[in-house]
């Protein structure tokens, strides 16, 4: 049996020591937590073992273990310094490549391993925004609209929400803001409020989340050289204009939106030649 993890995924459980590169020792007596009961933290690009033959027929080698969004970032290729991708699915995360040294934050960015390939190590800083998917999929059950393909159409319905704004946050509001105990919210609402208004009001609050979290990683002074995104909600094409509007540049979408998956092999590929 293989008791291990890589750095990414060590990285994102919040006990992990990215500057040292090792479990916190600190973190785990604050929380009366025995280091042993820890794994050993390997390459992002390592043999970890392989499967049991009895799953596949075959023992496959696991070649990769590497966390969500630093394997969508790698399926990105955002492999240079100031590189930024964004993930929106249930939650958006934006991460930006700070290269060979994690960002210490003001604002609540968090210092991440990306990945460990040999003696490479590659840093990223991470925003999220907890409430994205959730936001649409609440909608839903409201019955605000049937099928979500239709949500980017009825937004374009109409010239403006009418004075409607929307808070996204059933989990509270993070980075810049860090404010857990944050409402969500309508607000703005009128007698000629439609269905259409409040749609274009939700999917509003996701592009302008992005537009806070992109003005936060700009603390990293690190200009910022493509960004990519990807996930679920990218699909949506009014998510994605009004988005590129506010950054004011160019923002990239791939036709393969599920990037993980795609990291993760990319990452067992190189480990196997």
Known sequence: ??????????????????????????????????????PKVENTGQDFGSTDPSIFGVPIPIMSVMADQQAAMFGECCFDVGDVKITMGTGTFMDINTGSKPHTSVAGLYPLVGWKIGSEVVYLAEGNGADTGTAIKWAQELELFSDVQETSAMAYSVSDSDGVCFVPSFSGLQAPLNDPKACASFMGLKPSTTKSHLVRAILESVAFRNKQLYETMRETHIPITKIRMDGG?????????????????????????????????????????
């Open 1 to 38: 049996l293989v008791h291990a993890t890589d750095y990414s995924n060590a990285s994102s459980t919040g006990i992990f020591d990215s500057y040292q590169m090792c479990w916190s020792g600190f973190l785990c007596s604050l929380l009366s937590l025995p280091l042993s009961i820890f």
């Open 233 to 273: 909600v990218s699909s949506n094409d009014f998510v994605m204009q009004l988005t590129a509007d506010l950054f004011g540049t160019k923002v990239a979408r791939p036709q393969h939106l599920e990037m993980s998956c795609l990291g993760a092999a990319f990452v067992a590929g190189l480990g196997v030649g």
